[in-house]
């Protein structure tokens, strides 16, 4: 019973479940390589599957679909549509950073058993939908809930997953048969792994390190910094970083 008598609800989660939880968020990797040839049985695909199906959405609007990749011809049109978006980007770079990045592997698209596009259907359930009336882009944002979800299933059954966004989608729509309103949101390439490395690839290389999260923090307005404003808070998030491995 609360102070004021309520019923509160105890959490149900045993601390084995919530440790699940953690690890399955703080071990996902972006997968692009070590794939192994082990097939991905129906029952897991059905599993990540569902999870994906129960993420939050805008007006309950579920605007994705899955489509599932195997075929050898459309993975490797995917493929030329990477290369080609990929030179794109290797101009992008400044020329000192651009060696770097033409040594990174940044997809594993015909590597991996399976390749998952997930879509975002921007007219399910008609043009007007409950929380997307001011912010039409909700529709999308509940697709990427459906790929982080999927994602962390995915970890959660021992399978890699690789996100590969360097492709046009006007060029992955055209593969894919996809009609107007249907968006590409995410391309994926799934499989069991022979690893999960222990950090985020681009980090071990140098590329980016990990932001510190007590910076990123504010209190009640852009800039009123957390150390200041949120002192045991802030000492919190620092002291936490270090108590969970990745
Ligand atoms: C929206 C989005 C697009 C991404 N696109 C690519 C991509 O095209 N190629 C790639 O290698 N990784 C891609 N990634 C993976 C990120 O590089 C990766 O998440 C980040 O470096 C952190 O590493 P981690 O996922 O292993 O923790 C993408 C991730 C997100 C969320």
Not at 7 to 19: A, V, W
Request: overall charge neutral.
């Amino acid at each position: 019973m609360s102070a004021k008598g309520n019923l509160t609800i105890k959490n149900e989660f045993k601390e084995s479940d919530k440790n699940g939880v953690y690890r399955a968020i703080y071990s996902r990797r972006d997968i692009r390589g070590q794939f192994h040839g082990d097939t991905i049985s129906e029952e897991v695909l059905s599993r990540i599957l569902h999870a994906a199906h129960h993420a939050p959405s805008v007006g309950f609007m579920q605007p994705w679909n899955f489509i599932l990749i195997k075929n050898f011809k459309i993975r490797r049109a995917v493929h030329e549509a990477y290369k080609h978006a990929n030179s794109e980007a290797t101009l992008m770079f400044s020329e000192d950073k651009r060696e770097k990045y033409q040594k990174f592997k940044l997809e594993g698209i015909l590597e991996s058993p399976l390749n998952i596009c997930i879509t975002c259907d921007r007219n399910r359930f008609g043009p007007t939908v409950i929380g997307r009336t001011a912010n039409p882009d909700m529709d999308m944002f509940s697709s990427v809930c459906a790929v982080h979800n999927l994602w962390l299933a995915a970890r959660a059954e021992g399978l890699g997953v690789g996100w590969v966004s360097i492709i046009h989608n006007r060029e992955l729509s055209e593969i894919l048969c996809l009609p107007e309103n249907i968006v590409p949101v995410a391309y994926l390439c799934v499989g069991y792994v022979t690893h999960f490395p222990p950090k985020p690839e681009l980090e071990s290389a140098g590329w980016l390190p990990r932001l510190s999260l007590e910076k990123l923090i504010f209190c009640d307005q852009w800039k009123t910094d957390c150390q200041t404003n949120w002192p045991k808070l802030y000492e919190e998030v620092q002291s936490y970083r270090n108590s969970y491995q990745e």
